[in-house]
């Protein structure tokens, strides 16, 4: 089954809680942190993601846009994430693995985010030892963008590729994924489905959950 997780960029953040209850049919809870440097704009921290974690039973799929990730995870663990990924434009790959090796240590589960411009290839040095790899089909930094539908490639290569070394990693697509794109996600081979706007935006929004799952 096709898993959904919401994107609170596109919740009312004076009302929180009552917005993350909304998505309560979701499989995980998007959370994009930004530090306004790796990406032009700044969101949430760490003491948000702790409440975040006090009001919802969902699992907490961290998306963290900031340079060097790696000197945060394990607080991110702490303050209650479930899944953290991080870019591999973020930071050199020796400090990644041992970023991943600390999510490890801490009994959650690690991935890794590609930018749009950043060839699937990149992928290839983590695939064996992360539970997630996410696709952006937008330029990270801000919500309510347009699908990249030529970021398909990219998803199928990863799929055949976790497909062969890793079958149990998840494949998330994020950016622009709406009723009119989601069916395109799911046949190049994504598995997650992250969505802001096309979520929060609906009258119904268990339907429209069901409905992004294809």
């Given at each position: 089954?096709?898993?959904?997780?919401?994107?609170?960029?596109?919740?009312?953040?004076?009302?929180?809680?009552?917005?993350?209850?909304?998505i309560?049919?979701?499989?995980?809870?998007?959370?994009?942190?930004?530090?306004?440097?790796?990406?032009?704009?700044?969101?949430?921290?760490?003491?948000?993601?702790?409440?975040?974690?006090a009001?919802?039973?969902l699992?907490?799929?961290?998306?963290?846009?900031?340079?060097e990730?790696?000197?945060?995870?394990?607080?991110?663990?702490?303050?209650?994430?479930?899944?953290?990924?991080?870019?591999?434009?973020a930071d050199?790959?020796?400090?990644?693995?041992?970023?991943?090796?600390?999510?490890?240590?801490?009994?959650?589960?690690?991935?890794?985010?590609?930018?749009?411009?950043?060839?699937?290839?990149?992928?290839?040095?983590?695939?064996?030892?992360?539970?997630?790899?996410?696709?952006m089909t937008?330029?990270?930094?801000?919500?309510?963008?347009k699908?990249?539908?030529?970021?398909?490639?990219?998803?199928?290569?990863?799929?055949?590729?976790?497909?062969?070394?890793?079958?149990?990693?998840?494949?998330?697509?994020?950016?622009g994924?709406?009723?009119?794109?989601n069916?395109?996600?799911?046949?190049?081979?994504?598995?997650?489905?992250?969505?802001?706007?096309?979520?929060?935006?609906?009258?119904?929004?268990?339907?429209?959950i069901?409905?992004?799952?294809?």
């Amino acid at each position: 089954m096709v898993k959904i997780s919401p994107s609170i960029l596109s919740a009312d953040f004076a009302n929180l809680e009552r917005d993350i209850q909304k998505i309560s049919t979701a499989d995980y809870v998007h959370v994009d942190v930004m530090d306004g440097v790796f990406v032009p704009n700044i969101t949430i921290g760490i003491p948000v993601v702790k409440s975040i974690r006090a009001v919802t039973d969902l699992p907490l799929d961290v998306h963290l846009m900031i340079v060097e990730p790696g000197r945060y995870t394990e607080q991110f663990c702490d303050a209650g994430a479930d899944i953290i990924t991080m870019h591999v434009e973020a930071d050199t790959e020796e400090r990644l693995h041992t970023a991943i090796a600390g999510i490890h240590a801490k009994g959650k589960r690690a991935g890794i985010v590609l930018k749009p411009a950043t060839p699937a290839e990149a992928v290839l040095p983590f695939l064996e030892e992360v539970e997630m790899i996410l696709v952006m089909t937008v330029e990270p930094g801000f919500g309510g963008q347009k699908f990249m539908a030529d970021m398909m490639p990219k998803v199928s290569a990863i799929r055949r590729w976790i497909d062969a070394r890793n079958p149990d990693c998840e494949l998330e697509v994020d950016g622009g994924v709406a009723p009119d794109t989601n069916r395109t996600c799911i046949e190049a081979g994504a598995n997650v489905l992250v969505a802001g706007s096309a979520v929060y935006k609906a009258d119904d929004i268990p339907a429209r959950i069901e409905l992004l799952r294809g």
